[in-house]
């Protein structure tokens, strides 16, 4: 029989969920959420709401917004002649916050990973196609794992009718990173020294 009441537990699954947190450290937040039931637990749960209610994805670039098309797509100040291709919208925020791109983003929504059932179809390759007709330089700033670089390939193919020049982030990001883990120093590093393939 459980100590702790259904509410709680099902808190508790929930915050499991979530990336980075384990069963154990699930409990600890939801304690410290229970706890601060007014100055934390309140808040936090109209602000899920409220992010629930009014996020939407881009139509264009696939970022995150309460807009569509979201704010960097709307920005005039932005070059438009390059796209950087991220695969999701974690790793285009890193770029962000590292500041080291201008250009125009597109999210894939993931990466090729036979093992998971994820093929060119379950990702936005269609809709970058179409993009890349327009621009001079697609950047393809794939995370440096097998499912990223197996993507890399594809895209490179995939583009390759195209005639659009294709450059890939440097090798300065490790084998088996994440964009989205990685310091900005790191990230301006290898964004500067990207070349072509």
Not at 105 to 126: C, K, Q
Request: one cysteine or more; glycine letters at 8%; aromatic letters at 4%.
């Amino acid at each position: 029989m459980s100590s702790i009441g259904p509410e709680i537990e099902r808190l508790i699954q929930l915050l499991a969920k979530l990336p980075g947190l384990g069963p154990r450290s699930a409990r600890r937040a939801a304690l410290a959420l229970l706890k601060k039931r007014e100055a934390l637990l309140e808040p936090l749960s109209l602000a899920m709401r409220d992010a629930a209610a009014a996020i939407k994805t881009c139509e264009v670039c696939g970022n995150l917004d309460t807009a569509s098309p979201c704010a960097l797509c709307r920005d005039p100040r932005r070059e438009g002649r390059s796209l950087c291709v991220v695969e999701d919208v974690a790793d285009l925020w890193a770029l962000e916050r590292a500041g080291v791109f201008r250009g125009r983003y597109h999210v894939l929504g993931g990466a090729l990973s036979a093992l998971d059932g994820i093929t060119p179809e379950r990702l936005n390759v269609a809709s970058l196609l179409a993009r890349a007709k327009g621009v001079d330089e697609v950047i393809l700033a794939m995370n440096a794992t097998v499912e990223g670089q197996t993507t890399a390939h594809y895209l490179l193919d995939a583009l390759a009718e195209s005639g659009v020049k294709v450059t890939r982030l440097a090798h300065g990001v490790p084998v088996g990173g994440e964009l989205d883990y990685l310091d900005e120093g790191t990230l301006t590093a290898a964004f500067k020294a990207r070349r072509a393939l």
